[in-house]
Structure formats: structure tokens, C-alpha cells
């Protein structure tokens, strides 16, 4: 079992900076830890993933280059440092957690790798 808290989110303008925090506790292996949003009215999305085996991370092309995904090595904690924050970024952002190793690492990049899900955090941006 693997139990997932989201923090660290809240109301910024476009242009401002963010840090959210997933710590987990687990009683399985955790394979990667991922991040994921969903903006209203749409589906929810990849943003960005962290293998935990060799640290390899993954990345929407939507947040590339303005999003880093981090952990800490010393306990299950997975960072997304959101920077240039867009309108567009505004949704629930949820932490997932893997307990499959996938040769194949698209599964990564998709909800159907992920077993595990937190309650999720609101990010809002505005103009």
C-alpha cells in the first residue's frame, strides 16, 4: 500500500513561481512517482515523472523546460518546482505512485502505469 499527501499549492499571478510537495508512505515498492493535473472541464494530464531506481524523469512538452521534478533521496518525497507559471497551468495537481516495473517507460507518462493516487492541490494562476 502506498498513501500519497499533495502540498504547496495555492493562488499565484502568471509569471510567479510554485513548489509542490508529495511525501508518501508505503509498505510496497514504489517503482516512479509521478505528477498529474486536471484543469476544469478537461482530462486529466500527464505533467511530469521520477523513476526512482535510476532517477530518470519524464515531462510533458507543455511544462518542459519550466518545470523541474525532484526527490528527495532520503525518503519518499517527490517536488514539482513549477516556474513562469502560465494561466493555462491552473488546475488540481495529484501525485501518483507506481509499485510496476515497466521495461516499456511510456507507461510512465500515463495513469494506467500509476496505482496510486493523492487527494490532489489546487493551482490557480491568474493574469
Known amino acids: 500500500q502506498v498513501q500519497l499527501v499533495e502540498s504547496g499549492g495555492g493562488l499565484v499571478q502568471a509569471g510567479d513561481s510554485l513548489r509542490l510537495t508529495c511525501e508518501a508512505s508505503?509498505?510496497?515498492?514504489?517503482?516512479?512517482l509521478a505528477w498529474f493535473r486536471q484543469a476544469p472541464g478537461k482530462e486529466r494530464e500527464f505533467v511530469a515523472a521520477?523513476?526512482?531506481?535510476?532517477?530518470?524523469?519524464y515531462y510533458s512538452d507543455s511544462v518542459k523546460g519550466r518545470f523541474t521534478v525532484s526527490r528527495d533521496h532520503a525518503k519518499i518525497t517527490l517536488y514539482l518546482e513549477m516556474r513562469s507559471l502560465k494561466v493555462d497551468d491552473t488546475a488540481v495537481y495529484y501525485c501518483?505512485?507506481?509499485?510496476?516495473?515497466?521495461?516499456?517507460?511510456?507507461?510512465?507518462?500515463?495513469?494506467?502505469?500509476?496505482?496510486?493516487w493523492g487527494q490532489g492541490t489546487q493551482v490557480t494562476v491568474s493574469s
Open positions: 501518483a505512485a507506481s509499485p510496476t516495473w515497466y521495461n516499456n517507460r511510456h507507461y510512465y507518462t500515463r495513469e494506467v502505469g500509476y496505482s496510486y
Open positions: 521520477l523513476t526512482w531506481h535510476d532517477d530518470k524523469t
Open positions: 508505503a509498505t510496497a515498492t514504489v517503482y516512479a
